[in-house]
């Protein structure tokens, strides 16, 4: 079993738009192999999340990109949703902490349209990766090798398609976090 024991991972939303299950799921993944999630977000009080396009429920913020340093955390995840990736990328904190993570050669796993977010913070040049279908003209475009899989991982990024392949974005995701 995976032992995160000490770790703090980010988990980087906007205000809405976050898909829920891409939220909640890695999030009990990291806190149930001992991990601490953490929920950072454009400001203090409460996100939105989403069952595709429908309200779901509200998750309480923990610490702001302006505030928080990513040097603190271990790794992050950026789940998808439409909305949500969307509104990262126009937030110059949020695209900052993104990109640290990249600067730090740290774990980042994303999934969905999140990738959207890594674009903005102009990391993805020369990785392999996978997204929602719609994202592969925009990866491609910012120097992306985008592939059509279950989940993709290219150095310290991990990358899935949609809700359905948690279960194996989940699995490289801990196994990034907590290398044998």
Not at 110 to 124: F, G, K, N, Q, R
Not at 126 to 138: A, N, V
Request: hydrophobic share 45%.
């Amino acid at each position: 079993m995976t032992d995160l024991t000490g770790k703090k991972i980010a988990f980087a939303v906007a205000k809405e738009g976050i898909e829920q299950i891409e939220l909640t799921s890695p999030w009990e993944a990291v806190r149930d192999a001992g991990g601490q999630p953490v929920l950072v977000s454009v400001e203090k009080g409460q996100v939105q999340a989403f069952n595709h396009f429908d309200k779901a429920d509200t998750f309480d913020v923990d610490d702001t990109f302006a505030a928080a340093d990513a040097t603190s955390y271990d790794g992050l995840v950026l789940p998808g949703g439409v909305g949500n990736p969307d509104a990262l990328r126009t937030d110059a904190d949020a695209v900052a902490f993104v990109k640290a993570f990249f600067d730090a050669d740290k774990p980042v796993a994303a999934i969905c349209h999140a990738p959207w977010s890594l674009v903005e913070a102009d990391v993805v040049r020369g990785r392999t990766l996978t997204s929602w279908p719609s994202l592969q003209t925009d990866l491609r475009n910012a120097g992306a090798d985008w592939v059509d899989e279950e989940v993709v991982v290219d150095g310290n990024l991990v990358t899935s398609r949609k809700p359905d392949d948690l279960p194996a974005f989940n699995e490289a995701l801990l196994s990034l976090l907590a290398p044998a």
